[in-house]
T-cell receptor
Framework: DTEVTQTPKHLVMGMTNKKSLKCEQH?????MYWYKQKAKKPPELMFV???????INESVPSRFSPECPNSSLLNLHLHALQPEDSALYLC?????????????FGPGTRLTVT | KQEVTQIPAALSVPEGENLVLNCSFT??????LQWFRQDPGKGLTSLLL?????REQTSGRLNASLDKSSGRSTLYIAASQPGDSATYLC????????????FGKGTHLIIQP
């Protein structure tokens, strides 16, 4: 099973809302990632968790807050977002976090901020 | 900072043709290179992974090569089919503490029936 699942598939939220995106994998992978993809652009790395610890934060605004409750789950908490944060948010996982493993991506959450 | 470039940006060919997609990267200190396809509005599907020590990988009608020293990779698609129509993304996993993938902008491929 090489599946990464993400919920919800679509999310519309106002700028004052608080919401969370969820990602799950059961492949025993120890590294999980959040990427952001704007329309007609390539994905851009936001966060990396390796062995449940945040190992890199690509200078993402604090209105995005990642959480890794266990090795299978990854959350992205959203608060006070801006319309320009509207994008496809992709979760990925790999066997480990030092570049030796293939990254598997979920279907993404399409986020619209109004 | 790693930069990944993909050429061409778009390609339209008749069904049955063999085609080559190109990817180049500026920093040869990579762990691996991965090719993905993305259908409109969807997530990424991994096609091939090439480790830095490898020269090529094959899966079905797809063959990917890697020349790490020159910073180049190619994706060869044989006997193209309309179902191959998608955006193809090249991504490199670099060292130096950057544990995520750096993507090119992709090649938008259309296979005409």
């Amino acid at each position: 099973d090489t599946e990464v699942t993400q919920t919800p598939k679509h999310l519309v939220m106002g700028m004052t809302n608080k919401k969370s995106l969820k990602c799950e994998q059961h492949m025993g992978h120890r590294a999980m990632y959040w990427y952001k993809q704007k329309a007609k652009k390539p994905p851009e790395l936001m966060f990396v968790y390796s062995y449940e610890k945040l190992s890199i934060n690509e200078s993402v605004p604090s209105r995005f807050s990642p959480e890794c409750p266990n090795s299978s789950l990854l959350n992205l908490h959203l608060h006070a977002l801006q319309p320009e944060d509207s994008a496809l948010y992709l979760c990925a996982s790999s066997q480990e976090g030092r570049g030796l493993g293939e990254q598997y991506f979920g279907p993404g959450t399409r986020l619209t901020v109004t | 900072k790693q930069e990944v470039t993909q050429i061409p940006a778009a390609l339209s060919v008749p069904e049955g043709e063999n085609l080559v997609l190109n990817c180049s990267f500026t920093d040869s200190a990579i762990y691996n290179l991965q090719w993905f396809r993305q259908d409109p509005g969807k997530g990424l599907t991994s096609l091939l992974l090439i480790q830095s020590s490898q020269r090529e990988q094959t899966s079905g009608r797809l063959n990917a090569s890697l020349d790490k020293s020159s910073g180049r990779s190619t994706l060869y698609i044989a006997a193209s089919q309309p179902g191959d129509s998608a955006t193809y993304l090249c991504a490199v996993h670099s060292g130096g503490g950057a544990d995520g993938l750096t993507f090119g902008k992709g090649t938008h491929l259309i296979i005409q029936p």
